[in-house]
């Protein structure tokens, strides 16, 4: 039996962090639904970032391809036993590698979301975050794509007053200069019990050659 799940945070109005992403359905006096603006917030939200992110002379996500590179097959380095703003290692991600057998697509699974909701600010000021170190073994691996379910770098906690330097956002400065895309924000990992599974996340599709960035929906699958 095939399995699918979800890995993809909704937008949420809510959201303390991403507030008013989108407005409510209008409808007009006559009984028609009023066109209503969609307001970009690429960064927010389950996401792909590509490398002109960090570079404005980096690729776009239009000079990738997408279709092969975001479906296929995924591997997933577990370290789920990780606790609130604890470190992740080179050496707690060289373990997780054990087993895994497809390095175009990594995901760092920590299920943090059990631990602390998305929607709360303790999930971003309490989350682990990925050593320069264990950033250099992603990157050791060549992939096309690496994924995370939490704040990855701990910058990240800082919000828009966030610095960003090699120390503190390693897979900012380490994996998208290395052409890997990244996709942040993910969820629902720890309803995937497997290291490896199928993958497909696909970005909306945006015509601009300034793109950075889009939200993306990530579904994994695999055989029980």
Same mark, same amino acid.
């Given at each position: 039996?095939?399995?699918?799940?979800?890995?993809?945070?909704?937008?949420?109005?809510?959201?303390?962090?991403?507030?008013?992403?989108?407005?409510?359905?209008?409808?007009?006096?006559?009984?028609?639904?009023?066109?209503?603006?969609?307001?970009?917030?690429?960064? *927010?939200?389950?996401?792909?970032?590509?490398?002109?992110?960090?570079?404005?002379?980096?690729?776009?996500?239009?000079?990738?391809?997408?279709?092969?590179?975001?479906?296929?097959?995924?591997?997933?380095?577990?370290?789920?036993?990780?606790?609130?703003?604890?470190?992740?290692?080179?050496?707690?991600?060289?373990?997780?590698?054990?087993?895994?057998?497809?390095?175009?697509?990594?995901?760092?699974?920590?299920?943090? *979301?059990?631990?602390?909701?998305?929607?709360?600010?303790?999930?971003?000021?309490?989350?682990?975050?990925?050593?320069?170190?264990?950033?250099?073994?992603?990157? $050791?691996?060549?992939?096309?794509?690496?994924?995370?379910?939490?704040?990855?770098?701990?910058?990240?906690?800082?919000?828009?007053?966030?610095?960003?330097?090699?120390?503190? $956002?390693?897979?900012?400065?380490?994996?998208?200069?290395?052409?890997?895309?990244?996709?942040?924000?993910?969820?629902?990992?720890?309803?995937?019990?497997?290291?490896?599974?199928?993958?497909?996340?696909?970005?909306?599709?945006?015509?601009?050659?300034?793109?950075?960035?889009?939200?993306?929906?990530?579904?994994? $699958?695999?055989?029980?």
């Amino acid at each position: 039996m095939i399995k699918r799940v979800d890995l993809s945070e909704p937008i949420n109005n809510d959201h303390f962090r991403y507030k008013n992403f989108i407005r409510e359905m209008e409808w007009t006096k006559d009984g028609h639904t009023k066109v209503i603006p969609y307001m970009s917030l690429s960064h *927010g939200f389950t996401h792909i970032d590509a490398p002109r992110h960090m570079d404005p002379n980096g690729k776009i996500l239009a000079d990738f391809d997408l279709l092969s590179f975001l479906i296929g097959k995924a591997s997933i380095l577990d370290v789920s036993y990780v606790k609130p703003n604890q470190a992740i290692t080179r050496e707690m991600l060289e373990e997780a590698w054990v087993g895994c057998e497809n390095n175009d697509f990594l995901i760092v699974k920590t299920s943090f *979301g059990l631990q602390r909701s998305s929607d709360t600010p303790e999930f971003w000021s309490d989350a682990p975050y990925l050593t320069p170190e264990a950033v250099s073994f992603l990157v $050791s691996l060549k992939p096309k794509v690496v994924g995370y379910d939490f704040p990855q770098d701990y910058a990240i906690r800082l919000g828009a007053a966030a610095t960003m330097e090699p120390e503190t $956002s390693p897979t900012h400065f380490q994996i998208l200069p290395n052409n890997i895309l990244m996709i942040e924000y993910m969820t629902n990992l720890w309803n995937l019990p497997v290291k490896n599974c199928d993958i497909c996340a696909l970005p909306v599709k945006i015509g601009l050659k300034t793109t950075d960035c889009a939200s993306i929906r990530v579904v994994a $699958s695999y055989e029980e």
